[in-house]
Antibody, heavy 118, light 110 residues
Framework: QVQLVQSGAEIKKPGSSVKVSCKAS????????FSWVRQAPGQGLEWMGR????????SYAQRFQGRVMITADKSPTTAYMELSSLRSEDTAVYYC???????????WGQGTLVTVSS | QSALTQPASVSGSPGQSITISCTGT?????????VSWYQQHPGKAPKLMIY???NRPSGVSYRFSGSKSGNTASLTISGLQAEDEADYYC??????????FGGGTRLTVL
């Protein structure tokens, strides 16, 4: 069973950047596909993008293009999501998840709260 | 604005069955068999309940089932239990190798 452990909560100023990490265990690097999903307070889920680390290939949701970067390290197996030019509307819980062959998100991290406030 | 349309809320009594719909287009739900459903309890991470339209991951109750007709996918929960009360989200593969979510449906067990 794959386990994902994310970095802790962050408080950021508008205009700054945040980088959230997601450490994976229980699987193999070559099999991982990591997706990032966010959820603003009281709102629904929003897919941000994914990385296939072994290739490596990234895909991003259009609304985050140019503002988000997803990367991954092999050892230890960790995915990162960096979001820049933060604004108050980016306040949300950010989740990483492993994505399967049918684009299903099977394993989820515990979530990281990012608060953007002046 | 969500890519996929779900009802905001549904409700049912214990033991009953309910169905949650997820409507997209021929470019997403209708075009691929890559629809998933997630359950989310307050303050918790989402949990995968259905993938590939109809497949149930190991450990998910048989009471949960998925289907699709045209551009609309559906999640059916039979024999409703109090623990099923949660938010439910559908997702689908969309063009350009991206994913879209529905806006979510709040299930209330009366």
């Amino acid at each position: 069973q794959v386990q994902l452990v994310q970095s802790g909560a962050e408080i950021k100023k508008p205009g700054s950047s945040v980088k959230v990490s997601c450490k994976a265990s229980g699987g193999t690097f070559s099999s991982y596909v990591f997706s990032w999903v966010r959820q603003a307070p009281g709102q629904g889920l929003e897919w941000m993008g994914r990385i296939i680390p072994v290739l490596p290939i990234t895909s991003y949701a259009q609304r985050f293009q140019g503002r988000v970067m997803i990367t991954a390290d092999k050892s230890p197996t960790t995915a990162y999501m960096e979001l820049s030019s933060l604004r108050s509307e980016d306040t949300a819980v950010y989740y990483c998840a492993t994505e399967g062959d049918d684009n299903q998100m099977t394993n989820w991290g515990q979530g990281t709260l990012v608060t953007v406030s002046s | 604005q969500s890519a996929l349309t779900q009802p905001a809320s549904v409700s049912g009594s214990p033991g009953q069955s309910i169905t949650i719909s997820c409507t997209g287009t021929s470019s997403d739900v209708g075009g691929y068999n890559y629809v998933s459903w997630y359950q989310q309890h307050p303050g918790k991470a989402p949990k995968l309940m259905i993938y590939g339209v109809t497949n149930r991951p190991s450990g998910v109750s048989y009471r949960f089932s998925g289907s699709k007709s045209g551009n609309t996918a559906s999640l059916t929960i039979s024999g409703l239990q109090a623990e099923d009360e949660a938010d439910y989200y559908c997702s689908s593969y969309t063009p350009n190798s991206t994913l879209g979510f529905g806006g979510g449906t709040r299930l209330t067990v009366l």
